[in-house]
C-alpha cells in the first residue's frame, strides 16, 4: 500500500550499512525506512528528541550503547507481546485431561510455540 515517497540524505558509511542491511535482511529499502519511520513516530516527543540528541552529539561507542539498549527493550516487547497473546489462548490440548506424559508436553510446548 503506496501511498507517498520520502527520502533521506546519508552519508556514505550509513548508506553502505543501509544496503547491506537490506540485502543480509532480504528486505526492501522501503521495508526497512518504512518500519524505521513507524516506529519512530510512534514514540513520545521525549524518546524523539532523545533520539535526536544522541544522533547529533554520541560518538560511535555511545551510539552502539544507544542501540544495544534500544534493541534490548524491543526484544523485551516483543516477547511480552507473544507472551500476552499465549496466556489470552490458554492451554488448548483438545481434552480435559491433563498433559502426563512427556509426548503431549512436547507436543503442547510445540503448538504454543508457533505464530
Do not use: W
Amino acid at each position: 500500500m503506496s501511498a507517498g515517497t520520502i527520502g533521506a540524505h546519508l552519508d556514505a558509511t550509513t548508506l553502505d550499512r543501509f544496503r547491506a542491511l537490506a540485502a543480509t535482511e532480504n528486505r526492501s529499502p522501503s521495508q526497512i525506512v518504512g518500519v524505521a519511520l513507524k516506529m519512530m513516530l510512534e514514540m513520545t516527543p521525549g524518546a524523539r528528541r532523545a533520539i535526536f540528541a544522541v544522533d547529533g552529539m554520541a560518538d560511535d561507542g555511545e551510539r552502539a550503547f544507544v542501540a544495544k539498549h534500544i534493541g534490548r527493550a524491543a526484544l523485551r516487547a516483543y516477547e511480552d507481546i507473544l507472551d500476552a497473546r499465549r496466556n489470552d489462548l490458554g492451554p488448548q490440548s483438545g481434552s480435559n485431561h491433563a498433559l502426563d506424559t512427556e509426548e503431549a508436553i512436547e507436543v503442547e510446548a510445540v503448538r504454543m510455540c508457533r505464530p
